[in-house]
């Protein structure tokens, strides 16, 4: 038994682009390299198969893919880690209107160690939704939801 965590955002007053979103992201410290330089992502045509792809992919490649999957309309998914941490989230989202964030790459916890653990909300609020504010995203929305598996 563990626990799931997500957050939700709206950010679709900054923009009506998923990749923006990315990118500021990444400009903040959250990067979709991992520590051996490949990154994790849904693929082209992948019809919600959550058919995960690890590879080295280099930036402009990595972002030419996710426009191109939001020009189709389809599901983007990214694994980002915030820098020289061992936490990531990975982020699911086909329109800036509905971001999903999970916290689930080891999970940052109110107590360390412990999957039981409830998630440290403050953590991520601090490192993702008030950065976004503060890099001039509107955030008009959030939740956040955890619950045990």
Do not use: H
Not at 50 to 68: G, H, K, T, V
């Amino acid at each position: 038994m563990g626990r799931e965590a997500s957050f939700e955002l709206d950010c679709s007053r900054y923009s009506d682009n998923v990749l923006d979103i990315i990118t500021l992201l990444n400009s903040f410290g959250w990067t979709y390299y991992n520590e051996e330089d490949n990154a994790e992502y849904l693929p082209l045509g992948d019809r919600d198969s959550f058919d995960w792809q690890i590879e080295e992919i280099s930036e402009s490649d990595l972002y030419a893919l996710i426009e191109r999957k939001r020009q189709r309309k389809e599901l983007v998914g990214l694994v980002l880690y915030y820098r020289d941490t061992e936490y990531g989230i990975t982020l699911l989202a086909d329109s800036t209107s509905q971001i999903l964030i999970m916290p689930n790459i080891n999970r940052k916890t109110l107590i360390e160690d412990d999957s039981e653990s409830i998630t440290d909300v403050s953590w991520y609020i601090e490192r993702i939704i008030q950065k976004l504010i503060w890099y001039n995203c509107g955030v008009d929305a959030f939740k956040f939801e955890e619950y045990t598996d």
